[in-house]
């Protein structure tokens, strides 16, 4: 088993930034693609950004392009994203999941394991 524990959210001004961090443990060494997902109250849970085994590829929601960076320390076993230029439409809760497989799927289904989500509120 995999387990994931997220931090980092809080409460922000618009435009403003933050950083979530996921920190994964247990079984590890059969995590591959990593990513995180968001969920707005009274809607569907959602893609946000994915990144490969080793980093090499990375992936993200349109709504995020340009604004929001996903990064992974290995030695660490843990992923980062990095939110910039935030907005009140970024209010969710965020969401950490694991993939034992290499996959570029946005399908929250194709994720073995998630954390607990951390909640990220954008004041306008």
């Known amino acids: 088993q995999v387990q994931l524990v997220e931090s980092g959210g809080g409460l922000v001004q618009a435009g403003g930034s933050l950083r979530l961090s996921c920190a994964a443990s247990?079984?590890?060494?059969?995590?591959?693609?990593m990513g995180w997902f968001r969920q707005a109250p009274g809607k569907e849970r959602e893609f946000v950004a994915a990144?490969?085994?080793?980093?090499?590829?990375?992936y993200y929601a349109d709504s995020v392009k340009g604004r929001f960076t996903i990064s992974r320390d290995n030695a660490k076993n843990t992923v980062y994203l990095q939110m910039n230029s935030l907005k009140p439409e970024d209010t969710a809760v965020y969401y950490c999941?694991?993939?034992?497989?290499?996959?570029?799927?946005?399908?929250?289904?194709?994720?073995?394991?998630w954390g607990q989500g951390t909640q990220v509120t954008v004041s306008s």
């Open positions: 999941a694991a993939a034992v497989s290499p996959i570029t799927s946005v399908q929250a289904v194709e994720y073995a394991y």
């Open positions: 247990g079984r590890t060494w059969s995590i591959d693609t």
């Open positions: 990144i490969s085994r080793r980093g090499g590829s990375t």
